[in-house]
């Protein structure tokens, strides 16, 4: 394929971190609602999800508060939507509904797990005082004991990773090997050829196992 930029340098406008901090949280037995129309005995729990997650105002404070000449103070709410992936009894669907936080008997109004963060980054004051500076934030979450509480809710275990970066847009000059190449065109899955003739063959296809072996599961991709 003919290459359509040669090596050089370009000019490209990226967000740059200018300094960052990092946050573990666990919350054990957390109770959940789930947004179920119908009772949750009519499903199979399978696993929880996770959507990205955001960055929120603490009550009605500004993100940036300047400290010093080169420091200033980052409040602000990680925001994880959770969800739980449900299989439905009666024919098997899977559905994923909202899992929205409970405290005591009042349930949230939104799925969203709320984690604050109170930090002191390294940035220069007159860039804070110009607003160039933006937070952002990353999150893993991993999630252990999953039980069935009363009505639809469930209580589950979460671990939370998170990273908040200060950010700023700058023109980042960067050196380019040229343009990507165009990728291979996309392919449907196609069907086995001669598939029953292979299938009956006894010297291609060997018969298959009735049951699951008694030791774990080691093969990637099992299914629980």
Do not use: W
């Not at 949280?25 to 959940?32: A, G, L, T, V």
């Amino acid at each position: 394929m003919e290459e359509r930029n040669t090596r050089g340098v370009e000019c490209l406008i990226v967000d740059k971190v200018y300094d960052g901090c990092s946050k573990r949280e666990c919350m054990q037995n957390m109770p959940f609602e789930l947004d179920l129309n119908g009772d949750i005995s009519e499903y199979t729990f399978l696993y929880a999800q996770f959507g990205s997650s955001e960055i929120e105002h603490y009550e009605c404070e500004p993100y940036f508060t300047e400290m010093d000449e080169c420091h200033a103070r980052l409040k602000c709410v990680v925001a994880i939507p959770i969800y739980a992936v449900l299989r439905r009894k009666c024919d098997c669907s899977v559905i994923t509904v909202a899992a929205k936080p409970m405290c005591g008997n009042t349930v949230q109004a939104d799925n969203k797990i709320r984690i604050p963060v109170s930090t002191i980054f390294d940035l220069n004051r007159k860039f804070v005082r110009q607003g160039r500076f933006s937070p952002v934030s990353e999150c893993f979450v991993e999630a252990n004991c999953v039980n069935r509480a009363s009505g639809n809710q469930i209580a589950m275990t979460l671990g939370f990773m998170i990273v908040v970066n200060a950010v700023s847009k700058v023109s980042l000059k960067v050196p380019t090997f040229g343009y990507c190449e165009i990728p291979d065109e996309c392919r449907e899955e196609e069907c086995t050829p001669n598939f029953c003739e292979t299938f009956l063959n006894e010297d291609i296809s060997a018969f298959r196992d009735f049951f699951p072996s008694s030791g774990s599961c080691n093969t990637c991709g099992c299914d629980d």
